[in-house]
Every structure is written in C-alpha cells, then in structure tokens.
C-alpha cells in the first residue's frame, strides 16, 4: 500500500467553511465508502451541512469542481475511481480527471481533496475505499487534506 509515511493531519474544528463534495456515481460500493470517509472527516472538522452532489463518473469531476469553487465553496473534494479495463479509455478519463482537478485548484485558489482512485482492479479500489476490512480510507484523506490546505492559506493571511 502506498499510504506508508502519510501526514497526520490535524485540522481541528472548521464549522465556518463551505465545504462541497462531489462524487462520480460508477461503482456504488466503492463511492458509498468514500464518500462516508469524506462526511465522516467533516463531522470531526464540524462542518455542517456540505453539498454533496453526485454525477455519472470521474471524467466529470472537474466541470463540476470549477463551478462549485467559483461559487465561493472554500474547499472542494472530488471523489471518484477509474478501474483499468482492456482498453486505453482508462489512461484518457484518469489524465482528464487529474488535469481537470489541478487545473481548477490552481486557477481558483481553491483547494481541491483529489480523492480519486486510479487502480488496476476492483479489489484495489475496495481496500482503499475506508469500508469495514480495508486498509486505507482516501476520501477521508482527501478530505482532510482540502481542510488543512483552507486553514494553511488562511495562516498565509492572518
């Protein structure tokens, strides 16, 4: 697994932030864990009330992402997985999701949780989606890091 040497985020209490998440709809079982592991890092941050929207797959992500930080969310989480099949389809929709999310992050300033699973099978996916038996939660990680990214800036300004 690569979630060897990962940060211990400590976000604190952040009630105050606007906070959207959005998440592709392709492989329920999958998404559901992320995005409780995303809901469930905003209850401990005390974030109340996050718009979660939901759209048909990864590739759709980042149009979702730019009109949601251009309608003043100070932090946005993309959730999704791409599963690699037998075609390069896989290669086109993860490059697009990537680009499309970085690209939002740095023309808007605002954080981007890049919670999308880029994996070879299903089993992958399932042992990091943060459900009972799997050995890493990336939408809570990807939650957390759009939250301590929102409060680093504020630091920047304060």
């Not at 992500?61 to 690699?84: I, K, M, T």
């Not at 896989?90 to 999701?97: E, I, K, L």
């Not at 890493?136 to 630091?155: C, F, I, M, S, W």
Request: net charge negative.
């Amino acid at each position: 697994m690569s979630g060897q040497g990962a940060p211990q985020l400590q976000v604190g209490k952040v009630g105050d932030l606007r906070v959207a998440v959005v998440a592709s709809l392709w492989h329920q079982q999958v998404m559901d864990g992320l995005v409780a592991g995303a809901q469930r890092a905003l209850d401990e941050a005390g974030v109340h009330d996050p718009l979660i929207l939901r759209v048909p797959g990864s590739f759709e992500l980042p149009v979702v992402a730019a009109r949601l930080a251009r309608a003043n969310y100070e932090a946005v989480v993309a959730l999704g997985v791409v599963v690699r099949g037998e075609t390069p389809h896989f290669d086109y929709v993860c490059q697009a999701a990537t680009d499309g999310l970085t690209r939002v992050a740095v023309d808007t300033g605002v954080p981007i949780g890049f919670g999308v699973l880029t994996c070879d099978d299903e089993e992958q996916a399932l042992a990091r989606a943060g459900l009972p038996g799997s050995k890493e939660d990336k939408g809570y990680d990807a939650t957390q890091a759009a939250l301590a990214t929102v409060v680093a800036l504020r630091n920047c300004y304060a």
